[in-house]
């Protein structure tokens, strides 16, 4: 019986040896650039926190950027980037 994310899972490309032998790497830009499957990724992440009002969305390193902008967006928060140290210009917090 599929999930209730199959559908979603679909949409992602799935490359197996990248970037090297026993890794299956999922490129999510396949995801990305399906208007439906974007929207509804965003419609479900959403979901749960829509009542509870979230001052943030935390965006993790690249691809988290792209989803968490969205996630914020539709959440009507604020987007904090966590990146590596040094990564990131300007004022900067470390924990």
Known sequence: MPTANQDLLEKIRRIPDFPRPGILF??????????TGLQET????????????????LGIDARGF???????????????????????PFRTESV
């Open 26 to 35: 999922y490129d999510i830009t396949t995801l990305l650039k399906d208007p």
């Open 42 to 57: 965003v419609d479900r992440m959403a979901a749960p926190w829509i009542q509870a009002c979230p001052d943030y969305v």
């Open 66 to 88: 792209l989803v968490a902008s969205a996630l914020a967006y539709k959440l009507n928060t604020g987007l904090v980037l966590v990146r590596k140290k040094g990564k990131l």
